[in-house]
């Protein structure tokens, strides 16, 4: 029996590493001498898999006149459960309610971009997924948590995905993404800016 770090706590540090990969892979990660640079901040509804809202930060270097790359990180945080955690369910457990679930969520992809014309580059890629998953089930005798809540991890998924997506120039180096992702399975949009 042991207790997993709460929840907020992986919460928060998760973001703070989301951020700064965010500014990473916006401005720093791809440091080549020529082309446009684009930073963007995206937004999806995961299906399935990701569970909830997902947030997403991209990186995009689009070459002159030959192929660029990008850089994609995205993540989705859903439920919270609490207690003493275990690794699998207990025997005890039989007939405990379920009371919560948890899931995180994060794909990582990269691939090359193509500048068609001043106003529309596309990018296409592969990753990889992962979601981890808990359950909080309620034990009214006190004999699994002192509280009654614990829970108990039901694993993690990989898998291999594909993303692709455009970038429109709206003006004034303000760029609109627009992709989707077979991982989340959703249509990720985002607002960034070139440079």
């Known amino acids: 029996m042991s207790t997993r770090i709460s929840t907020s706590s992986v919460g928060i540090l998760a973001w703070l590493a989301i951020a700064c990969s965010g500014v990473i892979s916006g401005c720093a990660i791809l440091p080549l001498p020529e082309g446009e640079k684009v930073g963007v901040f995206q937004l999806f509804e995961p299906k399935i898999r990701l569970q909830d809202t997902g947030v997403g930060f991209a990186g995009y270097w689009l070459g002159k006149g030959k192929p660029g790359v990008f850089l994609h990180l995205q993540?989705?945080?859903?439920?919270?459960?609490?207690?003493?955690?275990?690794?699998?369910?207990?025997?005890?457990a039989m007939g405990d309610p379920v009371t919560n679930r948890e899931h995180h969520g994060v794909t990582l992809a990269a691939g090359p971009t193509w500048k068609v014309n001043d106003q529309l580059s596309i990018y296409g890629g592969i990753g990889i997924g992962a979601v981890s998953r808990w359950e909080e089930r309620f034990d009214a005798d006190l004999v699994?948590?002192?509280?009654?809540?614990?829970?108990?991890?039901?694993?993690?998924?990989?898998?291999?995905?594909?993303t692709f997506g455009s970038l429109f120039q709206l003006g004034g180096g303000w760029v609109l993404d627009a992709g989707y992702g077979t991982y989340s399975e959703s249509v990720h949009v985002g607002i960034g800016y070139s440079y």
């Open 144 to 162: 699994l948590s002192p509280t009654g809540f614990y829970h108990h991890d039901l694993g993690t998924d990989t898998g291999f995905h594909a």
């Open 75 to 92: 993540t989705s945080f859903s439920g919270a459960v609490s207690g003493v955690h275990y690794g699998d369910l207990p025997v005890e």
